[in-house]
């Protein structure tokens, strides 16, 4: 990024006013979308997929991100390995985007052929002093944490994943989402910049006007609110809200599950993550439009069904598991006003589709969940590049994580010299 643009970048974040939001070149510009791509997908950890996407050996998962491209591998050893997609010869992409089953990776170039664990194994016409073990496939930092993947593409990857691993490891454990399938997946292009698909995510200030699927099992007073004018009616339901999270974290502690929240939000740390166990509204299984389990093949070791959700965000995904099904979502920059949202709906190894679950009762409340976010993104991207826009103020009842997330992003600009 030049001199000018990274001053230009810098005076922007600096700028904003606390608790307002940023401004609209922040979204809109190229060298800002640059810039953020090579700071926070190309330098820190990132959620890129789970290890159901390479279930048996020899299966590839390719991720473009950016200019950058990675291969996700399960290797003969059961082992999952992460790649630069790049040919150690003159550079040709091994894999397309997607996932394919090979006995070896092959480059459609010139075949130069690496095993699964990356090593060069075959090249024809290089002479015998060629040196094949200098020329394994570049390796990518990954993390395994409870069946997620993680991935740095940094030489130097950020030592705090060791933070949201050993938070996570003993919340996600009896769920077993290692050994999970994939009952569903989606993708959808958000038409926004990708810092408002996490702002909008951080947030259930819009829930109830936007959200009806998603608040039949979903308590937005998990994430803030005011009392202020509540009536009679409101102030009954708010303590009625109180007792029900008293009584469901009682209930979980008994049996040893993990329910209090963890925050790394602050401007000093480099892994931002939140989770929590979150109470289910209605029947309190699940988030499906009954509220009840949409699987009767409950993940892992699971005997219980009201669970709730342990949810956990980081600055690029949001992932929401229950006793019967988990939904791991992730996204990836396209362009300034556009964004890669990626679902996956995980179940049991041995949930059989339409005998423990229905994929429609699965997939009902985040595919509609997605689309009305993905509407309202369109809309605020739209607007914050009118040249009338000026940032409004966060609610400090219900946006303080949207506070949270642009004093971090700043903090992580400035700690890249931005």
């Not at 394994?136 to 940094?154: D, Q, T």
């Not at 699965?362 to 009305?372: D, G, I, M, P, Y």
Request: charged letters at 25%; aromatic letters at 8%; glycine letters at 6%.
């Amino acid at each position: 990024m030049p001199a000018q643009s990274t001053q230009e970048h810098s005076v922007l974040i600096r700028n904003r006013k606390p608790w307002h939001g940023m401004p609209g070149e922040l979204f809109g510009r190229q060298d800002v979308f640059e810039t953020d791509l090579d700071i926070f997908f190309y330098r820190h950890w990132i959620l890129v997929g789970v290890t159901a996407d390479v279930p048996e050996p020899g299966d590839v998962s390719t991720i473009d991100i950016g200019r950058a491209s990675i291969l996700i591998v399960r290797d003969d050893d059961e082992q999952v390995r992460a790649f630069r997609n790049t040919c150690r010869h003159r550079g040709a992409r091994l894999k397309e985007p997607g996932k394919s089953t090979v006995g070896m990776l092959v480059c459609p170039y010139h075949q130069w052929t690496y095993d699964l664990s990356g090593e060069l194994r075959h090249t024809s016409h290089m002479g015998t002093e060629f040196e094949s073990k200098c020329k394994s496939l570049r390796p990518v930092h990954l993390k395994v944490v409870g069946g997620l993947i993680f991935v740095c593409l940094s030489e130097e990857a950020p030592e705090d994943i060791a933070t949201l691993e050993s938070t996570m490891a003993p919340r996600l454990a009896p769920y077993d989402l290692t050994h999970a399938k994939i009952a569903f997946e989606s993708e959808i292009i958000e038409n926004g910049n990708w810092k408002l698909v996490l702002e909008n995510n951080r947030e259930c200030y819009h829930c109830a006007g936007t959200h009806p699927e998603l608040t039949a099992s979903f308590l937005p007073e998990d994430f803030g609110f005011c009392e202020a004018g509540l009536t009679e009616q409101g102030r009954q339901a708010l303590a009625e809200y109180r007792t029900r999270i008293t009584a469901a974290n009682a209930s979980w502690d008994r049996d040893g599950l993990i329910s209090s929240p963890v925050e790394h939000l602050d401007t000093d740390v480099t892994t931002l993550f939140r989770t929590q166990r979150l109470v289910i509204a209605g029947h309190g299984e699940s988030q499906t439009m009954d509220t009840k389990v949409a699987s009767t093949r409950l993940l892992g070791d699971a005997s219980r069904r009201d669970l709730g959700d342990t949810h956990l965000w980081t600055h690029s995904s949001w992932s929401h598991v229950m006793s019967d099904h988990a939904v791991i979502s992730y996204c990836i920059p396209l362009a300034p006003d556009k964004t890669l949202v990626r679902s996956k709906w995980l179940v049991h190894p041995d949930a059989v589709e339409g005998v423990d679950y229905d994929v429609e009762t699965l997939k009902a409340v985040w595919v509609a969940t997605n689309a009305q976010d993905a509407s309202l993104v369109a809309i605020t991207h739209q607007g914050t590049q009118d040249p009338g826009y000026e940032p409004g103020p966060f609610s400090q009842f219900t946006e303080s994580y949207v506070e949270k997330f642009s004093r971090w992003y700043a903090a992580r600009l400035a700690a890249h010299g931005v």
